[in-house]
């Protein structure tokens, strides 16, 4: 197992950055009001394919050698990573194989082939991705990059809170939703490295995921990784794209800094997400509202002074809202 | 008539910098393929309100004399210049009365609320609006401020295009909507001040509207200011923010410089609405798609290379989407 240093990060930055958006941060009295301290929104539902995914994917592909590289990259995703290797292999000029499950959103299966790449569908299940994206790897000899527990991509993801610290210098604490956990273990690489370059003090990194998909928090107590429960696979959280199970990869950098897992209710997510909308006029996914869930759940110490939320995507069927649909 | 001129567009937007938002500008591949240009997106749908009318309301209410500031400000609106003036009179510390159509969005209502502003409601039509200010002011001799057929707020206006000529100075076309004609006029005075300031080619600003209000493309071709027909009254757009009258303060700058103004249809107003939505990520008004479903409906002169839009606001009830209402 490879793990990612935090002294790869800017390395990482500087490679991908001509690719990427610098996406905007946001602010609003409203919110500052209600949580009751600053808080700064990093809008990565403004990245390319709409989603962070699309750093690691740079950073996973773009750097491969022809050797590696000629028979295309592959993947299984329920959408923005999908999205994110796709759009890389097309920035790349190279073939990409899209493991999708039948249900995934409308919205994200039209992305992925408007980037030109080949979709397999599958059942959605983890097993059934996995077998089927073993099947497209033997047939194509395809490079295969996984959404999370891939060095490139942590490190591609740790971009966000690389760009967010840098603007917003005086953040104590950033929190993240977590799935897989890429992108909360590359924000905590990213803050160690801004810790080691400025004489500032070391950000505090916290991830934030749905009672009803609670394996992180598990996984955290009892210090293996755990599933989700049957009864949670049975009754699926709304926050979608944090159904998956944590990489050792994460697991390792979250288990090293004693990551905290605060954990909230469906229905302060559609709450929170819907707040999002309302209040600051923009798209974002059910699992981006977890973190802000917490925080309008006052589930934060509150001696935060500046917090950052990295808000992960946007890419939403339009056609099936929490809102408008029975709970 | 006091007709605002392009060489005080740099002092107002000096007067309100520091109380406004500085939006940011998007684009999106997929959009410039569709419309075959560069698009920039002008995103005032982040402005503070959630709407461009408050770069208007500060202009017109934060340089206000004590004398006419002390009773407070009054205006009729159905929802976002009703917004901007309560919170311009939030910041300057002075009460401000709000009158509404009582089918006005909730949501707008209760942002009004949130600044402390008063609201009288009133029927929907612009003869109620106009009567009942009329009252209000009566009692409280507050001081009026038009929401757009006033210098100072045409000026306030002019800032989103003159911050969006200094960030893409090679845009050739702005394209605002138009209801009162306060932002497009403001638009107008905000390209010649910088073509006066700099040595580049005039850009040019022409507005787009809804077919089914289209009183702006009858007053230019009839060269006076034309109203909404009673079928356009009895059936309104979805354009909910363009169905007032122009005032005359803008249709005089529109006049002078031979303003062009396109119809599109609400048919292809929902879909840009929808469009922008599901590839941006943000959420738009029906008003301001107006101008994106003029360009892919390809009403637009293909020979501009850069367009620039103006993203007007983005205060929508997510309760009444059009796409999951009947049309």
């Keep these: 197992m490879h793990i990612p240093k935090s002294s790869d990060v800017a390395k990482s930055y500087e490679r991908i950055k001509p690719f990427i958006h610098h996406t905007p941060v946001f602010k609003s009295t409203d919110l500052n009001n209600k ?21 690691g994917a740079c950073n996973a592909v773009l750097p491969l050698i022809s050797k ?10 329920s959408g923005n990573h999908g999205q994110a290797i796709a759009k890389a292999a097309q920035i790349k ?3 990409a194989y899209i493991v999708m499950p039948e249900n995934a959103p409308r919205i994200k299966i039209e992305a992925v082939k408007n980037y030109g790449a080949e979709i397999v569908f599958c059942e959605p299940t983890q097993l059934a991705r996995e077998k089927t994206l073993e099947k497209v790897i033997q047939q194509t000899k395809a490079y295969f990059v996984h959404p999370y ?7 591609g993801q740790s971009s966000a809170a690389w760009e967010f610290l840098h603007e917003i210098p005086e953040l104590e604490l950033i929190i993240t939703p977590i799935g897989g956990g890429g992108l909360l273990s590359g924000s905590i690489l990213a803050a160690e490295a801004f810790h080691a370059l400025n004489n500032l003090p070391l950000c505090k990194v916290t991830a934030a995921e749905p009672e009803q998909a609670n394996d992180a928090y598990r996984s955290m107590q009892s210090g293996s990784i755990q599933s989700l429960t049957d009864k949670q696979i049975m009754s699926p959280t709304i926050a979608d794209g944090l159904r998956t199970t944590i990489g050792n990869i994460p697991f390792h950098i979250m288990r090293r800094t004693h990551t905290e897992i605060i954990c909230v209710s469906e229905e302060s997510i ?6 999002i909308w309302e209040r600051f006029n923009m798209i974002i ?8 869930a917490a925080l309008l759940e006052n589930k934060i110490t509150p001696t935060f002074k500046n917090i950052g939320v990295i808000i992960t995507g946007g890419n939403v069927d339009l056609d099936h809202l929490p809102w408008n649909s029975p709970q």
């Design 35 to 55: 949580v009751g301290t600053n808080v700064w929104l990093k809008c990565e539902n403004f990245q390319k394919v709409g989603a962070f995914k699309f750093r």
């Design 270 to 275: 559609v709450k929170a997400m819907r707040y």
């Design 93 to 95: 000029g190279i073939p």
């Design 149 to 155: 527990n891939d060095p490139n991509v942590v490190l």
């Design 68 to 77: 590696l590289a000629n028979n295309g990259v592959a993947t299984h995703s």
């Design 285 to 292: 996914e059910a699992s981006c509202a977890v973190p802000i």
